[in-house]
């Protein structure tokens, strides 16, 4: 299920073709009711009635459609119909409509059919089994739509929704309906930090829904006003329909594609070998540089720009693991031939922000979200992620990897214990520094603590300087991809 591929608009259209086919088919039985009526008259059409409703008590069929007249006619002609057509009426098996078997990260509901979805109180994504088929028995599901299940925290505030198979007289009439699909996730859980926004909402948005280019209809569960601000522009460059606001939205919206919850396989990874999607991270990365307007898709260019210097820029975090000796970096980062830029990122001007980030050919900062923006570097840029005692190589790797895979060369640094600053919080031979696993197998909360809130980075310039001239010698070296 999860690995099933997407309507793409082509296959949208053969849908709609298909339906139009039902249509007929439908108008045809009845055209024959019709004429079965006029020639054998009224008396015939109660005998059949009567055979028929034996027929339904026999079979145990729902007790409702003795009451309803439509039903039954429905009923007599497609048996006439079954007679001229045996096999393309056969019920296909049922299959589950949520995958929540990803235990780790994501669950994702993928639906077709007749479906209605009403948020507003009930919660409720509800595929609607024609009458007369399978389904006696109700399947449910309950799905938290953003993927990151494994995080009670985050999850805690992310919306329920309710997925659910249901019979056509429990259905709620269509208010609204749409002829593209539908896709509802939720912005909450640990947005407000970019790395969350990205890593939680937005990668996973654009892995589930780039394919449909635009022809897509979002329903948005939690709405975080600001969030749906300040990413204006990658929503709209996915979507081309107005937000649904699926909280207080009291209409009912009838789709026949509606997939609940967010596909994902890494953070800040797309796993091209799961993703059914058949989009990569760099179709992610170009399509970022299309929403931010981002000019460059490659560094500076050694030797084509005399007296043009590659620029290096710093992330400047100002509460927790700050560089506190910035300046003296910066001077040592422009004897080594650098165009220094030592920047904070502004919480709501992203695209400003983005912008800085891809006119420079490295980027350095201290592990944290910030770290994020290597996203809008261009290709073949360098990235060096300072790492901050102690233990932290499993963590650092959140931004390794997707450093590699977003083809940028990645410099790590891991400062030594004179470069902490927990070296003025804690004695030497504390377990802070000796037994740092001690620390960490207290959990993350612990860990963080110590590790992530009471360090800042002092750089020792003498040990820091080889890896700026490692970056510069890697930016002269012709790199062909
Ligand atoms: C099926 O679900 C509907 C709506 O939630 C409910 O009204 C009905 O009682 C359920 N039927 C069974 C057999 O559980
Ligand atoms: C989100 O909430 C704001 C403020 O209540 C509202 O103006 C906006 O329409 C909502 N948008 C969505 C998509 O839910």
Not at 126 to 142: A, C, K, R, V
Not at 159 to 183: D, E, I, K, L, M
Not at 353 to 375: K, Q, R
Not at 395 to 405: D, L, N, R, S, V
């Amino acid at each position: 299920m999860y690995t099933r591929g997407f309507l793409t608009p082509n296959l949208i259209a053969t849908d709609q073709a298909k339906m139009a086919r039902e249509d007929t088919k439908f108008a045809k039985r009845f055209r024959r009711l019709e004429r079965r009526t006029l020639s054998f008259g009224l008396g015939l059409i109660i005998g059949c009635l009567l055979v028929s409703m034996t027929y339904v008590v026999m079979f145990k069929a729902d007790v409702n459609y003795f009451f309803s007249i439509s039903n039954e006619e429905e009923r007599v002609a497609a048996d006439v119909d079954k007679s001229l057509n045996t096999a393309s009426d056969v019920e296909p098996p049922r299959k589950p409509l949520c995958d929540l078997s990803y235990s780790f990260r994501t669950d994702v509901c993928d639906i077709e059919g007749d479906i209605r979805i009403h948020g507003k109180h009930s919660s409720t994504v509800m595929l609607l089994s024609p009458s007369g088929s399978g389904g006696e028995t109700n399947e449910s599901w309950q799905v938290k739509p953003q993927p990151r299940k494994w995080d009670a925290n985050a999850m805690h505030n992310v919306r329920t929704v309710y997925v659910h198979r249901s019979r056509h007289h429990n259905a709620p009439q269509c208010t609204v309906t749409h002829t593209v699909p539908g896709v509802v996730f939720s912005d909450s859980g640990k947005t407000g930090n970019i790395f969350h926004d990205f890593a939680d909402v937005l990668l996973p948005l654009f892995e589930t829904t780039r394919r449909l280019n635009g022809q897509v209809q979002f329903l948005l569960a939690n709405n975080r006003t600001w969030w749906v601000y300040k990413y204006r522009h990658i929503i709209q460059k996915l979507s081309s329909y107005p937000l649904i606001d699926y909280d207080h939205d009291d209409r009912v919206h009838c789709f026949n594609h509606v997939i609940v919850g967010l596909k994902s396989d890494r953070d800040l990874m797309i796993d091209a070998s799961r993703s059914a999607n058949g989009v990569s991270i760099m179709d992610y990365v170009e399509f970022l540089r299309e929403a931010y307007s981002l000019p460059r898709d490659r560094p500076w260019p050694a030797g084509e720009f005399p007296g043009k210097r590659p620029r290096l820029l710093f992330i400047a975090r100002r509460r927790t693991r700050r560089f506190v000796n910035l300046d003296k970096v910066v001077a040592v980062a422009e004897e080594v031939g650098f165009e220094v830029v030592a920047t904070e990122p502004k919480f709501m001007r992203i695209s400003e922000f983005a912008s800085t980030i891809n006119s420079c050919d490295v980027m350095v900062g201290v592990h944290g979200a910030g770290m994020t923006n290597l996203m809008f570097l261009p290709t073949n840029a360098i990235v060096i992620q300072v790492v901050p005692l102690a233990k932290m190589d499993r963590i650092a790797k959140t931004y390794g990897e997707p450093a590699g895979g977003m083809k940028l060369r990645y410099l790590q640094y891991d400062i030594s214990e004179e470069e902490s600053t927990l070296i003025d919080l804690y004695p030497r031979d504390h377990r802070v520094f000796r037994d740092p696993d001690s620390i960490h197998k207290e959990g993350w909360f612990n860990m963080g603590e110590v590790y992530l809130k009471q360090q800042n980075v002092k750089l020792d310039v003498k040990r820091f300087r080889p890896v700026l001239e490692k970056a510069l010698q890697l930016l002269k070296e012709k790199k062909t991809e």
